[in-house]
Each structure stands twice: as C-alpha cells, then as structure tokens.
C-alpha cells in the first residue's frame, strides 16, 4: 500500500491569477507500506510527486470547485512550462500573453 503524506502547499501565481482562480502546489512523500511478521510493518520511501491543482472560488462559502488537477513524478516542471499547460485549458492569468481563448 502507497501512503501519500503532504510535506508541503505552496500558492503558485497568486498576483497573476483572476480573482476567484488558485493554482496549489503540492509536495508529497510517498512511503511504501508493506508488513511484516506479527504486528510490525516496513516503510519503504517511495520517492516524491508534485501535484498542481486549479481551484475556483465563487464567493460562496464552502463552494470552492476544483478545475483540474496535474501530478508530475519526475519533479515539477518550471514555472513558464507549467503557465504554458494550465493557459492551454484554463484562462485562469490576468495577463492575457499567457491566457487561453476562453471555452
């Protein structure tokens, strides 16, 4: 069994976004669990995966939508590369060189 564990959020983009849209950034350490004899078990580190998620705030309360979600095992890619995937789907930045034709 993959136990993910969250080791660290961070908000990405947060002057350039619309108001309402978040991009989080999540770190996860993954740790392989496997038992052993008896009652005891092994943890076995699993290595790390970053995952991006775009939420949407409405202003309601307790209403926040969540977009899309992006899982990277290799690291996170840059900042450019990662404005370039989510502006291909979501016109989400204010700066409009970065945002998308709108759906």
């Given at each position: 069994m993959i136990?993910?564990?969250l080791t660290d959020i961070?908000?990405?983009?947060?002057?350039q976004l619309q108001e309402g849209y978040y991009v989080i950034r999540e770190t996860y350490q993954?740790?392989?669990?496997?038992?052993e004899d008896g009652d005891t078990i092994r943890q076995v580190d699993a290595g790390t995966e970053e995952v991006v998620t775009i939420v949407f705030d409405p202003g309601d309360e307790y209403s926040l939508i969540?977009?899309?979600?992006y899982t990277f095992?290799?690291?996170i890619p840059s900042l450019a590369e990662l404005k370039?995937?989510?502006a291909a789907e979501y016109d989400v930045f204010v700066n409009d060189r970065w945002a998308a034709a709108s759906l």
């Open positions: 136990v993910h564990e961070e908000h990405l983009f947060t002057e993954n740790v392989l669990v496997e038992p969540c977009l899309d979600t095992a290799e690291g370039e995937t989510i």
